[in-house]
């Protein structure tokens, strides 16, 4: 299975400053045929499901703020929120599905500081 | 828009089946474009992806490797659901367990509001 590692574990940030979160993949996860690269970013809160935030790594999902965006390539992503807000405080995960066997990252505790 | 409610036992005893159901409104669960998922999440495993089922032309199933000798995915199309079967449970199957559709077999969205499972005698 693709192992996917976050960091840092949790993260505390001001309101209104950048927020970044790292995802690194045991292999890439970049299919060469159509040259995407497979992985997704998820929010959760409190007793919520996650939700989709962002897939092919960097395209916003409808209805999401554009504070959030994604980039990355081959074994190395990031999640940016540009200037946080009360909101914002959950875990975040992220998530390949280049192979059939799904794997998710441990999940990064954001909090206000 | 698409969504997906559980429903199911809280507490199954150990040794015995673990049984959920989703049901699916804003799609069709013989759609030709999305899987149908299985998800669980607890503090030991994280987010673990169970298996899956979906139909192009017939029926496909997938199942994790840690999981697939004791579970089985089911759609039930006259009733646009699918469920999840889990045998010989054990304390370590304890989790909130999610149901989700995956669009082209690729990320999930959305999900199932998720069912807590205990499982303790």
């Known amino acids: 299975d693709i192992v996917m590692t976050q960091s840092p574990d949790s993260l505390a940030v001001s309101l209104g400053e950048r927020a970044t979160i790292n995802c690194k993949s045991s292999?890439?996860?970049?299919?060469?045929?159509?040259?995407?690269?497979?992985l997704a970013w998820y929010q959760q809160k409190p007793g919520q499901p996650p939700k989709l935030l962002i897939y092919?790594?960097?395209t916003r999902e409808s209805g999401v703020p554009d504070r959030f965006s994604g980039s990355g390539s081959g074994t190395d992503f990031t999640l940016t929120i540009s200037s946080l807000q009360a909101e914002d405080v959950a875990v975040y995960f992220c998530q390949q599905y280049y192979t059939t066997s799904y794997t998710f990252g441990q999940g990064t505790k954001l909090e206000i500081k | 828009q698409v969504q997906l409610q559980q429903s199911g036992p809280g507490l199954v005893k150990p040794s015995q089946t673990l049984s959920l159901t989703c049901v699916i409104s804003g799609d069709s669960v013989s759609s030709n474009s999305a899987a149908w998922n299985w998800i669980r999440q607890s503090p030991s495993r994280g987010l673990e992806w169970l298996g899956r089922?979906?139909?192009?032309?017939?029926?496909?199933?997938d199942y994790a490797e840690s999981v697939k000798s004791r579970i089985t995915i089911n759609a039930d199309t006259s009733k646009n659901q699918f469920s999840l079967q889990l045998n010989s449970v054990t304390p370590e199957d304890t989790a909130v367990y999610y149901c989700?559709?995956?669009?082209?077999?690729?990320?999930?969205?959305?999900w199932g509001q998720g069912s807590l499972v205990t499982v303790s005698s």
């Open positions: 989700a559709r995956a669009p082209e077999l690729n990320w999930f969205d959305p």
């Open positions: 092919w790594a960097s």
């Open positions: 292999q890439t996860v970049l299919y060469s045929s159509n040259n995407k690269e497979y």
């Open positions: 089922t979906y139909y192009r032309s017939r029926w496909y199933n």
